[in-house]
């Protein structure tokens, strides 16, 4: 492993600390993205690969339907793949921006309960990040986040498409 494989992989172990620590998080969410906190996401496992967050379904997050609203199941299905977006951009330098360009949703079964949404391509970030960082030119990626309801059962699927480039010095 290359010098900056290890510092990215240390970055990487610094931020999924914050990202793991309950006050640190909670507070995080509710300075930049309130809606998150207000909505009660919350991450429930992660590492450098892999990433589930949940959306609660409550009177915040429903719909006139009585199910998960989209955009609360688009927020979670985004946070999932941003987390580790997050994670691959983190201190690093030269810095890196990340932007979502792009999402499309597909929805399968009505959101009545909690839902998870599970990113597994945090090694294609990573890939991605390094593209963008070697080359010093813009790249994209279109990752998929898939949500689940306490039964195991798909209730939706996002993909996400997130550029990644050096930031300017200007």
């Known amino acids: ?11 990487s172990a610094a931020f999924f600390s914050l990202i793991n620590h309950p006050i640190k998080f909670r507070l995080f969410l509710l300075q930049k993205l309130p809606a998150a906190y207000f ?8 590492n450098e690969n892999f990433c589930s967050v949940s959306v609660p379904y409550k009177w915040f997050t429903r719909n006139p339907f009585l199910s998960t609203y989209f955009a ?19 201190k690093r330098l030269p810095k890196t921006s990340m932007l979502v360009i792009a999402i499309e949703g597909k929805f399968y079964k009505k959101a009545i309960g909690k839902t998870t ?8 970030i990573q890939q ?7 080359l010093n030119e813009p790249e994209t990626i279109r990752v998929l986040s898939s949500g689940y ?12 498409t997130w550029s990644f480039k050096i930031k300017s010095t200007v």
């Open 117 to 124: 949404f599970v990113c597994q391509e945090g090694s294609f």
């Open 149 to 160: 309801n306490d039964s195991k059962e798909l209730v939706a699927e996002f993909w996400v």
């Open 1 to 11: 492993m290359n010098t900056t494989s290890n510092a990215a992989t240390k970055n």
């Open 39 to 46: 909505s009660g996401l919350k991450v429930k496992d992660v």
């Open 72 to 90: 609360c199941l688009s927020m979670a299905a985004e946070m999932s793949t941003g987390i580790l977006a997050m994670a691959h951009v983190y």
């Open 128 to 134: 991605a990040v390094e593209k963008a960082i070697a």
